[in-house]
């Protein structure tokens, strides 16, 4: 068990559709990343929020948002969805790095979505 | 821009052989940290092992040895005596920390299926 927790696990929704995925990171943790993982692109960086403020931008799309709450607690936002949004969304946490100093992201379990 | 290639897809073998999965990383930066994550077919992504790049020194934890090689640009990964319980995707990652934006750049993955 990595400590960061990601609800819901699945999600089956339809075209279109709007959804909401959470994330709490580990105790401590004030750095959230969100993945995207599909069979056509792998694992890709989408967004990074650190301790409330939005740090680095990946390849998210712009009907893709977020946001990390003052709990620290992240929310990733996906509207107008369409068929190729089906795939697993990780959120990872780490502590923050000294400058040049060591990153060690620990992942959630993933919230699997299908997009119908 | 940074980039890890994982040129192997799929590879198969018998338990107890020996294998090795390939990761070859192209970066800009001096400073950078290479990573292993293991993903079951559960789904999760487990931390296998984090390399600074000034520490080409390799590793060895149980069954599993790390070799990177700064001068090929290479850290590969290799299990010994393999076992069923070893089937599953690996991924090799890069990050540039710069500050507090460090963000895991993947490869595409390798899935390895140890036969009994």
């Known amino acids: 068990d990595s400590g960061v927790t990601q609800t819901p696990k699945h999600l089956i929704t339809a075209t279109g559709q709007r959804v909401t995925l959470r994330c709490s990171p580990r105790?401590?943790?004030?750095?959230v990343y969100w993945y995207q993982q599909s069979l056509d692109q792998g694992l890709q960086f989408l967004i990074q929020?650190?301790?409330?403020?939005?740090?680095a931008k990946g390849n998210i799309l712009e009907r893709f948002s977020a946001q990390q709450f003052p709990d620290l607690h992240s929310e990733l936002n996906l509207s107008s969805l369409e068929l190729g949004d089906s795939a697993l969304y990780f959120c990872?946490?780490?502590?923050?790095?000294?400058?040049?100093?060591?990153?060690?992201?620990?992942f959630g379990p993933g919230t699997r979505l299908t997009v119908l | 821009a940074q980039k890890v290639t994982q040129a192997q897809t799929e590879i198969s073998v018998v338990e107890k052989e020996d294998v090795t999965l390939d990761c070859v990383y192209e970066?800009?930066?001096?400073?950078?940290?290479l990573f292993w994550y293991k993903q079951p077919p559960s789904g999760e992504l487990v931390f296998l092992i984090r390399?600074?790049?000034?520490?080409?020194q390799n590793e060895i934890s149980g069954r599993y040895s790390w070799n990177f090689q700064k001068s090929t640009s290479s850290f590969n990964f290799t299990i010994t005596a393999s076992q069923v319980v070893d089937s599953a995707v690996y991924f090799c990652?890069?990050?540039?920390?710069?500050?507090?934006?460090?963000?895991?750049?993947f490869g595409k993955g390798i899935t390895l299926s140890v036969r009994p």
């Open positions: 990872a946490s780490s502590v923050v790095p000294d400058l040049g100093g060591d990153n060690e992201q620990f």
């Open positions: 105790s401590g943790d004030l750095s």
């Open positions: 929020y650190y301790n409330g403020e939005e740090r």
């Open positions: 970066t800009r930066d001096t400073t950078y940290y």
């Open positions: 390399r600074n790049s000034f520490d080409e």
């Open positions: 990652a890069l990050s540039e920390p710069t500050g507090a934006n460090s963000k895991l750049t």
